[in-house]
C-alpha cells in the first residue's frame, strides 16, 4: 500500500500501478467488527474499500447517508449538486475496474443488456472486486448522482429487489460525482458545494525514528484546537468523528482517520483501537453493527 493518497479531479490515474488483496481479517471478524473486514492487510493504511464501507455503514446504522457530509469526512470536496438536490439526491454506485473506469469518467457508463447500479457500495464493491481480480486492472467504485423527478421506474430503469437499480439506457458522465480508486478519491462534479468544507488533511514525517508533526507544533486542528504530535491529533480526530455522527461504526472512524492524514504508516490499527478504549464506552451492537460513542463525563 503507497504511503500517499489525493483527493483531486484535477489528478490523472495510474489504474494499474497496484493490485489490492482482498483479505478479510477473521479475528476482527470473530471480535464483532466485520465491518472492518476488508481493512488493509499491512498493520497501516487504506484504501476506497473502507471508504466505500463507511458509507454503507451510515446507512445501516441511520437508514441513510449524507453523501457531502461522507465526502468532507474524507478529506474530500463536496458536492454542490447534492445540495441543490436535497431530498430529490438519489446516491447510486457501480463497480468496476480501475481500467474501465479511467475510460467511464470520459465517456459515462455504457449500456449492455442493463446497466447495474445499487444504492448499497458494499453490493457495488462485490463488482469491484470481481472486476479487478478477473482483469488485473485495479478497483473502482463510482458514486453516481441523479435527479429522482427525472427517472421514473419501468420507463428508465427496473429494480432487482429494494438495493440494485437495472437501467435501460447509457449515463452520461455529467452523472458521476465521486470516482473511489485503490489509494484515492476524486470528486469529478461539476461545482464545490461551500458546505460541509472538508476536513484537513494532517501532515507528519519521520525524525529519528518519531512520526512528527510535518510544520512547527502546535498545529491548528480546526477554530478552537491544536496539537503537537500524533496523538493528541488522534484523539481530536476520534471526537470530532464521534460528535459529528453521534455514535460511529469502526469502519467509519479508520476511514476518515486515514483518509484525513499523510503518511498513513503514520498511524498503526492497534493506536486508533487503544484510543477508542480510553475515549469511548463499550462499543454497542445496534442493527447489526458495532458502535462506538464517546464516554459520558
Not at 108 to 124: E, M, N, S, V
Amino acid at each position: 500500500m503507497k504511503s500517499h493518497h489525493l483527493y483531486t479531479s484535477g489528478f490523472e490515474p495510474h489504474p494499474y500501478e497496484q493490485e489490492v488483496d482482498w483479505h478479510r481479517n477473521r479475528r476482527l471478524v470473530r471480535s464483532g467488527f466485520k465491518d472492518l473486514e476488508y481493512l488493509p492487510k499491512s498493520r497501516t493504511g487504506w484504501n476506497a474499500t473502507l471508504a466505500a464501507y463507511a458509507f454503507s455503514a451510515r446507512r445501516q446504522i441511520a437508514g441513510r447517508a449524507d453523501l457531502n457530509l461522507w465526502a468532507a469526512m474524507h478529506g474530500c470536496s463536496a458536492s454542490a449538486r447534492y445540495s441543490e438536490l436535497e431530498e430529490n439526491a438519489l446516491v447510486l454506485w457501480h463497480g468496476t475496474s480501475a481500467g474501465r473506469a479511467a475510460r467511464i469518467r470520459e465517456t459515462g457508463l455504457f449500456h449492455r443488456r442493463g446497466l447495474w447500479t445499487a444504492l448499497d457500495p458494499k453490493i457495488a464493491h462485490g463488482y469491484t472486486r470481481g472486476r479487478s481480480s478477473q482483469y488485473k486492472a485495479g478497483s473502482a467504485t463510482i458514486a453516481l448522482l441523479l435527479d429522482r423527478r427525472t427517472i421514473e421506474p419501468g420507463i428508465h430503469y427496473d429494480m432487482q429487489g429494494t438495493d440494485i437499480f437495472r437501467f435501460h439506457s447509457s449515463m452520461p458522465p455529467e452523472n458521476i460525482e465521486y470516482i473511489l480508486w485503490d489509494d484515492r478519491i476524486d470528486f469529478l462534479g461539476e461545482q464545490k458545494a461551500k458546505w460541509p468544507r472538508s476536513w484537513d488533511i494532517a501532515r507528519f514525517k519521520k525524525k529519528e525514528g518519531e512520526w512528527v508533526t510535518y510544520s512547527q507544533p502546535p498545529v491548528r486542528f480546526d477554530e478552537e484546537h491544536t496539537y503537537s504530535d500524533i496523538k493528541e491529533w488522534l484523539y481530536l480526530s476520534i471526537r470530532r468523528i464521534l460528535y459529528t455522527l453521534g455514535s460511529a461504526s469502526a469502519v467509519e472512524i479508520f476511514s476518515s482517520l486515514y483518509s484525513t492524514m499523510n503518511p498513513w504508516d503514520a498511524l498503526e490499527h492497534e493506536d486508533i483501537f487503544e484510543a477508542l478504549e480510553c475515549l469511548c464506552d463499550m462499543p454497542r451492537k445496534g442493527r447489526r453493527i458495532k458502535q462506538f460513542s464517546m464516554l459520558d463525563t
